[in-house]
C-alpha cells in the first residue's frame, strides 16, 4: 500500500508558521493546565513563590515529556510506513507498542532473574514483536505483503496484550505497577524519566535523518531499491530497530499510546508532502504538537479528573485510523 500524491497540497511557508503557532499554543496549553487551579497563563511568564515550584517541577517536566512523546510516536510510525510502505502502519497496529509493554512486564515481573534497565526490557519487546510481525508479513523475504503485515501486527499485538494481562494474576503489586502503561499515562513524570525519553529522542531523530533517502527510494518500491543501491532488507532491519527503540522508550515511560504514531506522517505528508528529508524533521514537531494538546485536553475534559493522555491520544486517531480504512480514496 503506498499513498499518492507526494507533492504538499499547502504552501511551504504556511505550513511552516501553522507548525510554529501550534507547538506554541500546544506548550502554553499544557503549561496553564493542571491540578492546581489557581496558577494559570499569567503566571507562566512571572513565575513566583509556589507557582514557580509547580511550573517547573510538576508541569514543565510533563510539558517535555508530551512533546517528546509525540517526537517518539510520530517518528515511528513514519519511519514504519516508509518501509513498509503501508499508509496505515504505526507502532501500535504493528504490536510494537503491545510488545514493548510485555518486555516491561516482563521486567517487572523477573527483576531478579535478569537485572536489566526497564528501557532495554521494553526494547527487546518491541524490537522482538516487530521482527515477528515483518516474518509474518514476509518482509525478510524480499516482498512485505500488505494484508499479512497488519493481521501478523493484530495478532502479535492481542499476544503480547494478553500476556501482559497474564502478568496481572501473579501479584497485586506487580497489577498496580504494570496497569499504569496499559493506559497511557504521565500524570506523575518527572524530570528523570523526561530525560530518559530524551536520551532515546535524539539518537531517533539523527538515525531517521540520516535514512531519509533510503526511505525516499522504499516510496520507489523494493525492486527500485535494490537498483539503486538500496538494499530494501537492510532498510527494513534498520527501519525495524529504530522505530522499535522509539516505541520501546514511550511504552516504559507513559504506557502503549495509540494512533499518535498513525496520524502524524499522514499529518505532515499533507502538509510538507513525501520527500522524507523534509518529513523527519517535521513529523517530530508536529508529533510535539499533537501531544502537548493532547496534555492540556487530558488535564481540562474530565476536570477536576485527569483523564490518561493515552484515551486522548486514541480520540483522536481512531477517527483518522477509520477514515483511511473505509473512506481514503488515495491508498492503494
Known amino acids: ?20 503557532l501550534a507547538i506554541s499554543c500546544g506548550t502554553l496549553f499544557s503549561l496553564a493546565t493542571g491540578g492546581r487551579t489557581d496558577v494559570g497563563l499569567a503566571d507562566i511568564f512571572r513565575p513566583e513563590g509556589m507557582a ?8 514543565m517536566p510533563r510539558t517535555c515529556a508530551a512533546a517528546l512523546l509525540g517526537v517518539n510516536l510520530g517518528m515511528a510510525g513514519l519511519v514504519l510506513q ?15 507498542n503491545q510488545g514493548a509493554a510485555l518486555g516491561l512486564a516482563l521486567g517487572v515481573v523477573l527483576p531478579n532473574t535478569i537485572d536489566l534497565p526497564l528501557d532495554l526490557y521494553a526494547l527487546t519487546g518491541a524490537l522482538t514483536a516487530g521482527v515477528v510481525t515483518f516474518a509474518i508479513s514476509g518482509g525478510f523475504g524480499g516482498k512485505i505483503d500488505s494484508l499479512r503485515l497488519v493481521l501478523g501486527g493484530v495478532a502479535v499485538g492481542a499476544f503480547s496484550y494478553a500476556m501482559v494481562r497474564f502478568t496481572y ?17 504521565i500524570t506523575d513524570i518527572r524530570w528523570s524519566e ?15 535523518l540520516v535514512m531519509a ?25 534498520l527501519g525495524t530497530i529504530v522505530a522499535a527503540a522509539l516505541a520501546g522508550a514511550s511504552v516504559t515511560v507513559a504506557g502503549p499510546i495509540a494512533f499518535a504514531g498513525l496520524i502524524v506522517p499522514h499529518l505532515a505528508k499533507f502538509l510538507f508532502g513525501g520527500d522524507h528529508r523534509v518529513l523527519t524533521p517535521t513529523t517530530a514537531l ?15 475534559l474530565t476536570a477536576p479528573i485527569e ?3 493515552g484515551v486522548v491520544a486514541a480520540l483522536m486517531g481512531a477517527p483518522w485510523f477509520l477514515w483511511h480504512t473505509i473512506f481514503a480514496r488515495d491508498v492503494s
Open 194 to 208: 523526561t530525560k530518559r525519553l530524551a536520551v532515546w529522542a535524539v539518537p531517533g531523530f539523527l538515525a531517521s
Open 1 to 20: 500500500m503506498a499513498l499518492r500524491g507526494q507533492s504538499s497540497s499547502v504552501p511551504l511557508k504556511i505550513s511552516i508558521v501553522c507548525l510554529t
Open 82 to 96: 516508509a518501509i513498509t510502505r503501508n499508509p496505515l502502519a504505526s507502532p501500535a497496529i504493528l504490536g510494537i
Open 169 to 185: 494474576t501473579l501479584d497485586d503489586d506487580i497489577a498496580r505497577s504494570v496497569i499504569r502503561w496499559t493506559v497511557g499515562d
Open 307 to 309: 483523564a490518561p493522555i
Open 52 to 59: 514557580r515550584t509547580v511550573l517547573f517541577d510538576i508541569r
Open 213 to 237: 533517502q533510503r526511505f525516499n527510494l522504499m516510496a520507489l518500491g523494493q525492486a527500485s531499491a535494490r537498483g539503486l543501491g538500496a538494499d530494501p532488507r537492510i532498510t527494513l532491519l
Open 286 to 300: 508536529l508529533g510535539a504538537a499533537l501531544m502537548l494538546f493532547a496534555d492540556g485536553l487530558s488535564k481540562t
